[in-house]
């Protein structure tokens, strides 16, 4: 069985800059709980307690968007993403237990697991689910993407997801780190990947990922996500019927939710543009978008040099103060 | 008068990367004395090189350091957070030392030597926190914004290190720096604070950035930038490379940013550890400012 990770309201909110209402939250689980997603992901953008200047305020709280996740969602699991460095345990982890949550992510760069050494230890300690994700994985040779990964598992994670942030990898990027990553946790680890649209490979990608060793896939309904968006859960749901995993019912829920997240967040929605290939192309992370486009405009200099100098920077996701840093060294030039 | 003779004596707990950066600071500076360093393990590479360097070293910890008869004004230690706690107690009763804590113990007073400083006295601190890294970088612009707005509604401080100069004790709880931070900045600006903590792995390895964001209710932008200019060098006179990189600026509506870089000093730590140079650098400018010696 392969196992499907919604993300459209916790990375779609970067679409949204964050700007979810627990409105919105309940209207999508209602349906999502139909569907055949196993997990509803749900909270700020960068993960819970995130909510900030630097990577952009949530309207509503993680507590109140969570809270209305947990009332909506009877059947699908309950998930949240964490990022240490931007959520502490005692703030932000505590709260989401109280709220009820059923999955836990921790999350780091690619090369930094051992930050989230901590959360999951005492998450592993209180006997909830967790994952341990790296992310920008495309910014790690194979063997340190797998390496990280096995310390994630031994610091307690119960799963594994690998997340392509900035949209680069091609699938046979994917081939190679899937059957890598299935080599060394044992051919019963969860392994998940995590697509983004940047390049227009999300579909691609997710499929190299489940024909060589990953068994879990992350989707958003109309590809609600950072910088060109996600894997699309309306196509996914299609390979997955011509595959024979889904019936055609079933197939044709994941489209009724993209319908309402089309019909919710019209001038939000993600698409393919001349921005989101240039980041890709960059290898900068997708959740950038916004602040580029800003310092763009104030400091009167070109996105796309904004975006190269980000990949020559080699930023890594939380550094958007430095976009505004770098907007006012290439005004200076 | 015998200059060597009047300089006041000091002993560094810690013989880690933190430890050797200051005792090299110490020696090159020559304003203190460097009595010893003591460490746990008689193999210690940071210990052989301070062998080698003529200072004694004290490889059975502190209890060898007490009981070797040596006295000393003060110690700095660069151990960890539960080290300090059972080395405060054998400083407090057994010592009449004072005691400059580089971990994120939260024992003593926090501070900020160039905030506090006229706070800080030899008779009433006998024990002083450094806070962190990004409170000692954060906290002089986080007060110069302050001091140049009309009303502050709220704060966040946003830092980012090379991977390389994160020990293994921060990595493993990133929780401890973020609440200690917090701390400092609601202290500070009387609101309360948002911090975050990014490591960046790239090679060559980056420069501590650290961004100060205020909400406020009024703020003059012409103010606030020399205000944070001033400070910005007054700093600098102890760390040479703390640098402004982005004056204060409105990102959005009654919403200011502010960015310095910190460029470690380079004695034994690497120059792009500003980090941990800052925390050394703050550490020395208190124990200056508890002997009165003469800057």
Not at chain 1, 9 to 30: F, M, W
Not at chain 2, 46 to 61: C, E, W, Y
Not at chain 2, 192 to 198: F, G, M, T
Request: proline residues 4%; glycine residues 10%; negative net charge.
């Amino acid at each position: 069985m392969i196992g499907l990770h919604d993300v459209t309201l916790r990375d779609g909110n970067h679409a949204l800059r964050h700007q979810l209402s627990t409105e919105q939250v309940r209207r999508y689980c209602d349906l999502a709980d139909q569907s055949k997603v196993d997990v509803v992901e749900v909270g700020h953008g960068n993960g819970i307690g995130a909510s900030s200047y630097l990577v952009g305020k949530s309207f509503e709280t993680d507590f109140d968007l969570l809270s209305q996740a947990r009332e909506s969602l009877k059947r699908a699991k309950l998930g949240i993403h964490v990022i240490p460095g931007f959520a502490t345990f005692k703030r932000d982890v505590a709260m989401a237990i109280d709220c009820g949550v059923d999955v836990f992510r921790v999350a780091a760069h690619v090369t930094e697991a051992d930050v989230c050494s901590a959360h999951l230890e005492r998450l592993t300690g209180l006997g909830v689910f967790t994952t341990g994700v790296l992310m920008m994985s495309h910014m790690a040779s194979t063997e340190v993407l797998t390496s990280e990964a096995l310390k994630l598992r031994d610091h307690g994670a119960g799963g594994f997801v690998f997340m392509d942030s900035a949209g680069v990898f091609r699938p046979e990027d994917v081939a190679v780190r899937s059957r890598s990553l299935r080599d060394s946790l044992g051919p019963t680890y969860p392994i998940g990947f995590h697509a983004h649209n940047n390049l227009g490979y999300g579909l691609a990608n997710s499929i190299s990922a489940i024909s060589n060793g990953a068994d879990s896939i992350d989707a958003s309904a109309a590809g609600l996500g950072a910088g060109a968006g996600n894997l699309n859960l309306e196509l996914w749901g299609v390979w997955l019927q011509d595959q024979g995993h889904l019936d055609e019912s079933e197939s044709d829920i994941f489209i009724s939710m993209a319908e309402l997240i089309e019909d919710l967040f019209t001038p939000n929605l993600p698409r393919i543009s001349s921005q989101s290939v240039r980041s890709g192309l960059a290898g900068a992370f997708s959740g950038y978008s916004p602040q580029v486009a800003m310092a763009s405009q104030s400091h009167g200099v070109s996105t796309q040099a904004i975006w190269r100098e980000i990949g020559a920077r080699g930023l890594v996701a939380g550094q958007e103060s430095a976009i505004w840093e770098i907007a006012q060294d290439l005004s200076n030039l | 008068m015998c200059l060597a003779l009047s300089k006041p004596t000091v002993a560094i707990l810690g013989s880690g990367n933190i430890g050797i950066d200051l005792a090299e600071r110490i020696l090159a500076m020559q304003e203190f004395s460097l009595v010893g360093v003591i460490g746990r393990r008689r193999d210690s590479p940071g210990l052989n090189r301070m062998s080698v360097a003529g200072v004694s070293i004290f490889p059975d910890g502190i209890d060898e350091f007490l009981s070797s008869g040596l006295k000393v004004d003060g110690f700095f230690d660069a151990t960890s957070a539960m080290d300090h706690l059972r080395h405060w107690k054998k400083i407090e009763n057994q010592t009449d030392s004072w005691v400059i804590d580089l971990t994120p113990s939260r024992v003593g007073r926090e501070v900020i030597p160039v905030i506090d400083g006229d706070s800080i006295s030899a008779d009433t601190d006998r024990n002083l926190n450094m806070v962190t890294c990004g409170g000692q970088s954060s906290s002089p612009i986080l007060h110069a914004m302050v001091e140049s707005a009309k009303e502050i509604l709220e704060v966040e401080v946003s830092s980012s290190i090379a991977s390389d100069s994160a020990g293994p004790a921060t990595r493993r709880n990133l929780d401890n720096y973020i609440d200690s931070t917090e701390a400092t900045a609601q202290r500070i600006s009387g609101v309360p604070a948002k911090v975050i903590l990014v490591l960046n792995p790239s090679k060559p390895q980056v420069m501590m950035r650290t961004s100060v964001t205020v909400r406020a209710g009024q703020m003059n932008l012409e103010t606030a930038r020399g205000a944070v200019e001033s400070m910005v060098s007054k700093v600098a006179l102890s760390v040479p490379g703390y640098m402004l990189v982005l004056p204060p600026t409105e990102v959005s509506a009654g919403v200011f940013m502010t960015t310095v870089s910190v460029e470690g000093a380079g004695y034994y730590l690497p120059k792009y550890a500003g980090n941990l140079d800052i925390i050394n650098a703050a550490a020395l400018q208190t124990a200056r400012i508890l002997e009165s010696v003469p800057q």
